[in-house]
Antibody
Framework: QVQLVESGGGLVKPGGSLTLSCAASGFTFREYYMSWIRQTPGRGLEWVAYITSTGSSIYYADSVKGRFTISRDNAKNSVYLQMNNLRADDTAVYYC?????????????WGQGSLVTVSS | QSVLTQPPSVSGAPGQRVTISCRGSSSNFGAGYDVNWYRHLPGEAPKLLIFGDNRRPAGVPARFSGSKSDSSASLAITGLQAEDEGDYYCQSSDTTLRAIFGEGTRVTVL
């Protein structure tokens, strides 16, 4: 069955960096577009970043553009989110999610999430 | 502030029908982008309930149905069950913002 397992979350000071990883299994990873989506306290779900199957196209939400980098390693069935210059409002549970159909912008499988807390 | 507007909460007795509205605009629904719906329970992964306005993924009960018209969409749950409690989010794309989510609606079974 499809599984997405995030790791790498934790407590980081404002201005710090963190890299999240998402290990995928149960499907042909290299054929799917992937995204990172976060849930911030009291503010619901927010799409963060998106990468196509080969990594040839990448998109970011304006709130993270220039600070976050999404990447993937199809040989390792993994997608990553490198987060730099973190701010308090980046505190959230970060989910990796698989896109249901190519360029459909909906997600049919999500991981359990990884908590990132930005605080001094 | 989200560009998709949902009511904060809806409630119903077991067996009843409830609907959750999601109001968009000309830059998302009005531009032809699909609406998708998810349920999110605390500590769990969000679950896709409806995609492409009104299509159900395999395994989602027929009690869940979606519709969209002009700049509004709705999710209906018939035969409400205790297990349906949770937070429900509509989601679409936008001409400028890529993917967007509604603020979420808490469904309570009385």
């Amino acid at each position: 069955q499809v599984q997405l397992v995030e790791s790498g979350g934790g407590l980081v000071k404002p201005g710090g960096s963190l890299t999240l990883s998402c290990a995928a299994s149960g499907f042909t990873f290299r054929e799917y577009y992937m995204s990172w989506i976060r849930q911030t306290p009291g503010r619901g779900l927010e799409w963060v970043a998106y990468i196509t199957s080969t990594g040839s196209s990448i998109y970011y939400a304006d709130s993270v553009k220039g600070r976050f980098t999404i990447s993937r390693d199809n040989a390792k069935n993994s997608v990553y989110l490198q987060m730099n210059n973190l701010r308090a409002d980046d505190t959230a549970v970060y989910y990796c999610a698989r896109e249901g159909d190519t360029s459909s912008w909906y997600w049919d499988y999500w991981g359990q999430g990884s908590l990132v807390t930005v605080s001094s | 502030q989200s560009v998709l507007t949902q009511p904060p909460s809806v409630s119903g007795a077991p067996g009843q029908r409830v609907t959750i509205s999601c109001r968009g605009s000309s830059s998302n629904f009005g531009a032809g982008y699909d609406v998708n719906w998810y349920r999110h329970l605390p500590g769990e992964a969000p679950k896709l309930l409806i995609f492409g306005d009104n299509r159900r993924p395999a395994g989602v009960p027929a009690r869940f149905s979606g519709s969209k018209s002009d700049s509004s969409a709705s999710l209906a749950i018939t035969g409400l069950q205790a297990e349906d409690e949770g937070d429900y989010y509509c989601q679409s794309s936008d001409t400028t913002l890529r993917a967007i989510f509604g603020e979420g609606t808490r469904v309570t079974v009385l």
